[in-house]
């Protein structure tokens, strides 16, 4: 079995190795690092999976995920060159990091593979896009893909169109979030418990996401079978075109991939 070590278990750590766990691969396969004790107690605890120190990390796993933050990421790296074995598949789920700054910095000929994921690996419903660095071959690809695929679906994308994927599909549930925070707000605005306001709104994301999914309808037409003539929906959507909430959206998702980019920048040589 393939020995999975995540470096830096913090929120998209564990949502990568709930995930594993949840979609059957055993605890035993999987070993993690990280800083705080009381973090590495608590996952231990939770996950029954094992805590080690880097070295052993990076020895014992076949493939090595890479997941602090991008500005933690040098003394990560200088703790992990001197260590890590010729051969090994290194992963990288660090936003806006090429993975040429890992190439140039692991033993020449290290494969690796970045992967922008998002957090509803947690509920095996991810998206993540993988794009080979220049020493990972078919197989690699595969490998992630494989990984991956337990816990959601998987694009293969050119590596330049990772920061737009980022501020795409890495942010992207947050965007959502914020909106049904938002619908909420207006809930208890017009007088709706919170409680209720939040089962309305949630089951409605819920069924949009899945007609989106399953339906074979375009969101253009979907939208437009919701919005009646002088009904209520057209109401509502004036006052979101008046307020710019479409440019709104698309200026918010060039600005996330507008700092995956300077994320990247800062660590060029
Ligand atoms: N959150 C998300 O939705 C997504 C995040 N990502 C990417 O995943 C990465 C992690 O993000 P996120 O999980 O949100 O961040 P977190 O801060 O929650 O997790 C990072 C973890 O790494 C730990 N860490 C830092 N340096 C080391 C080290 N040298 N050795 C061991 N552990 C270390 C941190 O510890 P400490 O708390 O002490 O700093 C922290 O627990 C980022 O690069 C981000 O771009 C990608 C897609 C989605
Ligand atoms: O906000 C961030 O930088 C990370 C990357 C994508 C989602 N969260």
Redesign the pocket.
């Known amino acids: 079995m393939t020995t999975i070590a995540v470096?830096?278990?913090?929120?998209?750590?564990?949502?990568l190795l709930s995930g594993l766990i949840k979609a059957g691969r055993a605890p035993s396969d999987l070993l993690f690092?990280?800083?705080?004790p009381s973090?590495a107690e608590e996952l231990t605890k939770t996950y029954g999976i094992s805590h080690v120190d880097?070295p052993t990390a990076v020895q014992r796993a076949d493939v090595i995920v890479v997941?602090?933050?991008?500005q933690?990421?040098e003394?990560?790296l200088d703790?992990v060159a001197p260590k890590i074995p010729a051969g090994k598949l290194v992963v990288s789920?660090?936003?806006?990091?090429p993975t040429k700054l890992f190439e140039r910095r692991l033993p020449e000929g290290t494969a690796v593979v970045r992967v922008?994921?998002?957090?509803p690996m947690l509920v095996g419903e991810a998206m993540a896009a993988i794009s080979g660095g220049a020493h990972a071959e078919d197989h690699h690809l595969d490998l992630v893909e494989e990984l991956l695929g337990s816990v959601g679906k998987v694009a293969r994308v050119p590596e330049t169109q990772q920061d737009a994927v980022?501020a795409l599909s890495?942010?992207g549930?947050?965007y959502f979030f914020y909106l049904v925070e938002a619908m909420i707000d207006a809930g208890i605005l017009l007088g709706i418990p919170r409680a209720t306001a939040a089962d309305l709104i949630v089951q409605s994301a819920v069924g949009a996401a899945t007609m989106l999914r399953e339906g074979d309808g375009h969101p253009v037409m979907l939208r437009e079978a919701v919005t009646s003539p002088a009904g209520t929906t057209i109401a509502g959507i004036r006052e979101l075109e008046k307020h710019g909430v479409r440019a709104a959206l698309i200026d918010a998702i060039e600005a996330a991939r507008d700092r995956s980019v300077e994320?990247g920048k800062a660590h060029e040589d």
Do not use: Q
């Open positions: 470096l830096g278990a913090g929120k998209i750590g564990e949502a690092t990280e800083r705080f973090r880097v997941a602090v933050k991008p933690d990421i003394p990560l703790e789920l660090c936003a806006g990091l922008m994921p998002n957090t980022t890495g942010s549930p947050a994320l």
